[in-house]
């Protein structure tokens, strides 16, 4: 019962350093949105997209890219991470924003 | 950026008691969530409430929303140490993603 699935779960980087997150589904989802989730700022919005080969910025897009080369795909890219975007990355999937979304497990990244 | 506030942001209570989280806003929302979250997981989809008044009943998790669709309830009977965790609303406005609330922690001291 796999569902969503982020990998890594766990990654330090060094400031400037890149990294891509991976996030998976196999419940053919249209949707799949990536957040961000801080103490007290709640969950927010980074990308989504709503089909295969699309995309679109959320809330807080800044210092981020993704890509949905593959429906069941949806990769987010750090080109030059700052301490700024240590943070819980989120994904989620769903079949539109009204359906609920189903979450991965998340992915705990820390900027030295 | 629209903006759902949960009250009370922290609950501790002891097993047995009951409790009411709630979710407000200024925006109308065509639908309205609830999800739970554990420490170290991703939140998990509790309910979706879409018409105004509706009530709906999840064990003893009772779920409300507002006549008006800005604002909804999440009330605990009897609440059990298994219902600690962090529950966050969710709203709808028929775009293409949700607005989350900044959660209400809870604890259920045995």
């Known amino acids: 019962n796999a569902g969503v699935t982020q990998t890594p779960k766990f990654r330090v980087l060094k400031t400037g350093q890149s990294m891509t997150l991976l996030c998976a589904q196999d419940?053919?989802?249209?949707?799949m949105y990536w957040y961000r989730q801080d103490p007290g700022m709640g969950l927010r919005l980074i990308h989504y997209s709503v089909g295969e080969g699309t995309t679109a910025k959320g809330e807080v897009p800044d210092g981020y890219n993704v890509s949905r080369l593959k429906k069941q795909n949806f990769l987010l890219g750090l080109e030059s991470a700052a301490p700024s975007q240590t943070s819980v990355y989120f994904c989620?999937?769903?079949w539109g924003a009204g359906r609920g979304y189903t979450f991965g497990s998340g992915t705990r990244l820390t900027v030295v | 950026t629209q903006l759902l506030e949960q009250s009370p942001q922290f609950l501790s209570i002891q097993e047995g008691e009951n409790l009411t989280v709630y979710c407000n806003s200024s925006?109308?929302?065509?639908?309205l969530q609830w999800y739970r979250q554990e420490p170290g997981e991703g939140p998990v989809l509790l309910v979706t409430v879409v018409t105004g008044g509706e009530v709906k009943k999840l064990k003893r998790l009772t779920f409300q929303f507002g006549d008006a669709r800005k604002d909804s309830s999440l009330h605990i009977t009897a609440a059990q140490p298994g219902d600690t965790g962090l529950y966050l609303c969710a709203g709808d406005e028929g775009a293409n993603n949700l607005f989350f609330g900044t959660g209400t922690r809870l604890t259920v001291i045995p």
């Open positions: 925006s109308v929302f065509s639908s």
């Open positions: 989620a999937s769903s």
């Open positions: 419940m053919n989802h249209e949707y």
